[in-house]
Each structure stands twice: as C-alpha cells, then as structure tokens.
C-alpha cells in the first residue's frame, strides 16, 4: 500500500514538473515573440482605432487611425479646421490606443509595403493640398508641397522653405 502512494506521489510531482516546464516555456515563447515586435507593426494593427500621439518637440495629436504606409500614419480629426494629419514613424515619441494585435510588414501587399512617406507627400504635392508643416521647436510652416526630394521638401506660401524630411514631426492636411 505504501509503495502505490509512493509512485502516486512520484507520478503526481512529475506532472507537476511537467506542467511547469511547460507554463515557463510559454512564458518564454511570448517574451521571444513580443521582443520581435515593431511600433508600425503594432500601428498596423490598430486601423479605425483612436490613437493619441506625441511627437519629437511634445506636440500631440489624437484622431482614428485611417491609414498607414511603411513609415507614416494617418490619423483623422474632428477638432478643428484640419481633419487629417500625417505623422511621420520616426517622429513618434509615444503612442496610446494601439491594439494588441500587430501586423508585421511582410503580411502586406506589394503595394503597400512601397507606400512611404516620400511617396505619401508626393501625392500630397501633386494634388496642389494645402498643409501645415509641423517641426520640431519651431512654428508650423503653411503652404503647399512643391517639391520632395530625396530627403527635404519644399514648402511655398509667402516664402519657399526647404525642410529636411528628418525635421517633420507631422503634416496637417484641409
């Protein structure tokens, strides 16, 4: 009789073991998947969501994600005159709203995976839109986008500005 409770108990604390074992590399798996987990993956997944940003100066903008490219985000306003704003990726400092879902990169189609913000703002010039040029530490620049070249853009108003696309922090579009 004892040596039946024996095995029990041997039995009982190797599926313990087991079980453990198991829970740890779960845990571990997770930790593993989630370390490979980009910001814009997580962006992705969170279209139709209402997000609020904050950009490289403490600007922050809030709105439903409509859309996405590779390096941007969309997001659309009902608070005042400018319904949308484009914020470039590298500009974000902080995001709140994102789903737990992400979608990574390769899970979208050709097309999508081309869209960039070069690409997003030659539309932008193209279309003749008005926008308002955030920056960094400095006042917004009005106006509309002429020219986008490799790295800048050109801003004509009053006055024809030349940005560096690394000082965008975001694009309001009318």
């Not at 470039?88 to 913000?117: F, K, M, N």
Request: proline share 3%; with cysteine.
């Amino acid at each position: 009789m004892r040596w039946e409770r024996f095995w029990s108990d041997l039995e009982s604390q190797a599926e313990g073991w087991e079980r453990d074992e198991l829970e740890a590399e779960v845990v571990d798996r997770v930790a593993i998947e989630r370390a490979s987990v980009l910001v814009m993956d997580r962006v992705r997944g969170s279209v139709g969501r209402r997000l609020r940003c904050e950009v490289a100066g403490g600007e922050q903008w809030k709105g439903a994600l409509l859309g996405h490219g590779v390096d941007w985000l969309l997001l659309g306003r009902a608070d005042d005159g400018h319904p949308f704003v484009l914020l470039p990726a590298r500009s974000l400092t902080a995001v709140q709203g994102l789903a737990e879902r992400a979608l990574p990169i390769d899970a979208l189609s050709l097309v999508a995976r081309r869209a960039t913000l070069s690409m997003a703002l030659r539309r932008l010039a193209s279309a003749g839109e008005r926008v308002r040029l955030h920056r960094a530490g400095a006042a917004p620049l009005a106006g509309r986008i002429v020219v986008v070249g490799s790295d800048y853009v050109e801003v004509v108003d009053d006055a024809e500005w030349v940005v560096p696309l690394a000082a965008m922090t975001a694009v309001e579009l009318s």
